[in-house]
């Protein structure tokens, strides 16, 4: 009883976000926060232009069956960049994509093609863009990025926001990058959250919002309370038990 009235106590400094936000204070906006293309990473690359019939070289299509009717669908095929860094692309051969963005990719690729055809339009989009939000969330899971970016208020967003068991000040990200495996605490609570290089999310980070004390309070309580409630229902089961026996 004594953690369920703590947690009900919960003051607006415990919970509140961006606490040392001033009124109208201007913070510059780091641009160089776009995701870059790593080893594992699974691609869709699609190639238009005004004249199909070139286009058509560069785009990998697989025959599936459709289990309804029988009858071929085309779907397009994912390019899985390798441990090198390498995909391997029609016509083009091996080339290197790991540690670009994926405009620089499209910017590389249709200056590549506009030389053997007219007006070339690349289209790539990540297919495991995927984040990973655990702990004291409303709705912790995995969050599926269908754009170049989110932050981690996005994805704490998507997860139902934080209970109030969670701790703003010590939010963990991990991340891995460069075949390691880092790993650095925010606080939601300070707008120095926005300086972070953990403020946009990368493919594949978890984010992890550990209990605060209340919430500790509460499982230690309920721990100390549990046998007293198992004993308790014991003697309800047999009270009952011995009535019904008695009635017969």
Known sequence: MSAVLLAGCATTKEVAYFQDAV??????????????????????ITVSSSKPELAAPYNLLRATQDVYTSNNRWEQEAYQVNSEGYISFPVLGALKVAGMTREQLVAMLQKRLAEVMPDPVVTITYRNFKVTVLGEVARPGTIDVNSDRI?????????????????????????????KREMTRLDLKSKNLFKSPYYYLQQNDVVYVEPNRAKAIQASAFRSNFSLYLSSGSLLVAIATLIATLSK
Do not use: C, F, H, W
Request: no cysteine; net charge negative; hydrophobic share 40%.
């Open 151 to 179: 932050t981690i208020l996005e994805a704490v967003g998507q997860a139902g926001d934080l209970s109030v068991y969670g701790r703003r000040d010590n939010v963990l990200v991990i991340r891995e990058a460069d075949g």
């Open 23 to 44: 009124q109208s204070e201007m913070m510059k906006i780091v641009e160089d926060n776009l995701p870059k293309i790593k080893p594992d990473d699974i691609l869709t």
